[in-house]
């Protein structure tokens, strides 16, 4: 039977202390014992069910952490205040000083400047490489290298990660794949294909109305263990927790994540076919002249379509900028960053979510001046969506 990451939510059951339909939240920051043997033991990390303090684990994060668990086919997920969160505390637990990284040089602006600049402070180094050539991956692996590092569908550029062909160069090196899948949830389940570790931030797509940051860590028992162990784990000493009340929002709107993603792509691959006809220079991965289209329909669970994200080139920031401003006249969507919200959000990357990345970088990796990103909405009439679009860019001679 094919694997159903949607199913896997479904089939969870949870009650409250009190019988309701969702699990009461937990409202507390510490807890008691019976017993002091208890207290210690569970200090020791002995003690199942058990919670000691919700920096450590708290019932509503372990109810959220165990759905997105569910979903990615993994023993168990440690969730975090953001998505960064997960990443820097993931990363710091795999690395040590001396230790080196892979990753794709196409990643979140946040994560390329940890790895740029942040990271070197504690001597872990990172190659930055194109993620889509695999004998330049491996060409990158030295005797340090403990981690390659990815985002499935990458951000801005849609780079589309070949996690079967990373998972067999880690393999074979004893590395850990760690793939942020942030802009594919259950599109693409990369455990499945491989990975070892996988990362959301939960900010975007998974809990859909942009109301609130979160992240999770997505690995095994032993892994997520050693993260949240008093003595020497990362999320437990960093200290990126999140409250049990957005746990719990967030539970709830993962419950309709698969109807969701199913409207963002549809409208996404509607709009993007016809800015492609319209001549618009169109990315997106489920065009057939997407690049890596054939590598994502061989690996992806077919039923959630390629994405909400696409992008297009305008030619020059300016009429960018432009564009995006008439649009947000229009109500056709909001002049905004992140994405997955019900609405579309736009942004020009080079100078928002990329900025972090130097100019000169930007240019060799093809994130161009003109580009937009777009996060499509869950626009109920995607026709009259299209419409009102196509008229802004002929008002501004783009077309
Ligand atoms: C937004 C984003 C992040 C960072 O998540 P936060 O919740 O903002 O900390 C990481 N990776 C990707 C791909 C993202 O889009």
Do not use: W
Not at 103 to 119: C, E, M, P, Q, V
Not at 182 to 203: E, N, R, Y
Not at 219 to 239: P, Y
Request: charged residues 20%.
């Amino acid at each position: 039977m094919k694997f159903n990451p949607a199913s896997k939510i479904q089939d969870l059951q949870y009650f409250g202390e009190f019988g309701g339909v969702n699990p009461s939240i937990s409202d507390s920051s510490t807890y008691t014992f019976l017993s002091a043997k208890t207290m210690f033991d569970t200090f020791e990390g002995n003690t199942d069910g058990c919670h000691l303090y919700t920096r450590h684990t708290s019932p509503s994060n372990l109810y959220l952490g165990e759905a997105l668990a569910a979903m990615e086919h993994t023993e168990t997920a440690n969730v975090s205040a953001s998505g960064m969160g997960a990443i820097t505390s993931t990363l710091l637990q795999l690395c040590n000083a001396g230790d080196h990284i892979v990753s794709s040089r196409t990643i979140y602006g946040g994560t390329y400047a940890f790895l740029k600049n942040f990271a070197p402070k504690l001597n872990v180094q990172t190659s930055f490489v194109d993620i889509t050539k695999l004998d330049v991956v491996e060409a990158a692996i030295t005797k340090n290298t403990k981690v390659i590092y990815c985002e499935s569908i990458s951000n801005p550029l849609l780079e589309i990660a070949d996690i079967k062909g990373l998972a067999a160069i880690a393999k074979k090196h004893n590395l850990k794949l760690i793939v942020d899948n942030t802009f594919s949830p259950l599109i693409l389940s990369p455990i499945k294909l491989g990975a070892d570790v996988v990362i959301h931030s939960l900010t975007k797509f998974i809990n859909g109305s942009s109301d609130t940051v979160g992240g999770v860590t997505c690995a095994s028992q032993e892994f997520i263990d050693a993260t949240r162990s008093v003595n020497d784990g990362a999320a437990m000493l960093l200290g990126p927790t999140m409250d049990s009340f957005r746990a719990s929002s967030i539970l709830k709107n993962l419950r309709t994540l698969h109807i969701r993603m199913k409207q963002h792509s549809k409208n996404a691959l509607y709009l993007a076919e016809k800015f492609k006809n319209d001549g618009i220079k169109t990315v997106y991965p489920g065009l057939e002249d997407h690049p890596s289209h054939h590598i994502l329909k061989s690996q992806m669970n077919a039923d959630y379509g390629f994405g909400g994200m696409l992008t297009i080139d305008v030619g020059s920031l300016e009429k960018a900028n432009e564009l995006m401003e008439l649009m947000q006249r229009k109500n056709l969507g909001y002049l905004a960053v992140s994405l997955g919200f019900y609405k579309t959000l736009f942004s020009a990357p080079g100078s928002s979510t990329s900025s972090e990345i130097p100019e000169d970088e930007q240019t060799e990796m093809g994130l161009s001046d003109g580009l937009i990103r777009f996060s499509i909405g869950l626009d109920d009439d995607i026709e009259r969506t299209y419409t009102m679009m196509k008229a802004c860019m002929t008002e501004l001679n783009v077309l």
